[in-house]
């Protein structure tokens, strides 16, 4: 039995990982929590990493939860790191992310999660169910504002290059938010989109039942 620690996306809970199958394993869910004022990534993740009592655990990161994944792995050892809808160093980033980020375009226009551009996010974030829009609804109404600029310039000034050698990536070829030309992925999700891992889940768990 493996001790698996899941990590969800931008402003996400636990409930994203709901439809994946870990078999016999042990799962904790590592959450958001309010950054402190003016705290490192490197700082905010050592209180991540805090929370795994286990040695030689599983990783498991959605999105932004992959790229923490990806720097907790730098401070606690980890057997294997699986991400998922995610990238792996800043090269995989697109541009405009990182354009954005060398403009400090967040910081002269602060982004927010919008109801009016609902539509356009649920594009994005490739949401096909009615229960995916309630749920990432839910995200946006009770996303805390703080959390929300903080990680997004986190996400923007991301400078990882360091590709762990313990790392499985899955990613859908019709994910709009990371787009999988710039990806090096272990599997990939025939037509799936960003929330692959709930609309797809069949294929994610034959995935990993063989990766646990």
Known sequence: MKHIYCISGFGADERVFSKLDFG?????????????????????????ADEIKFPEAVLIGLSF????????????????????????TVNEMPWYMKTAGKLKLD?????????????????NLGVTTEEEKKLVNEY?????????SWAIDQILN??????????THIHGDNDHIFPIKNITADHVIKGGGHLFLMNRSQEV?????KLL
């Open 140 to 148: 946006r109404k009770n996303i805390h504002p703080y959390y929300t």
């Open 107 to 123: 910081k002269i226009f602060p982004l927010r999660p919008s109801a009016a551009l609902a539509p356009i996010e649920n594009y």
């Open 158 to 167: 991301w400078k990882n290059t360091l590709y762990p050698a313990n790392l």
């Open 65 to 88: 939860g992959g790229m923490m994944s990806v720097e907790i792995s730098k401070i606690v050892s980890v057997s294997k790191i699986i991400l998922l809808s995610s990238v792996a």
């Open 24 to 48: 016999e394993n042990e799962v904790h869910f590592i959450g958001w929590k309010i950054p402190q004022k003016q705290e490192t990534l490197k700082e905010y993740s050592q209180r991540m």
């Open 205 to 209: 768990n034959e995935i990993l039942r």
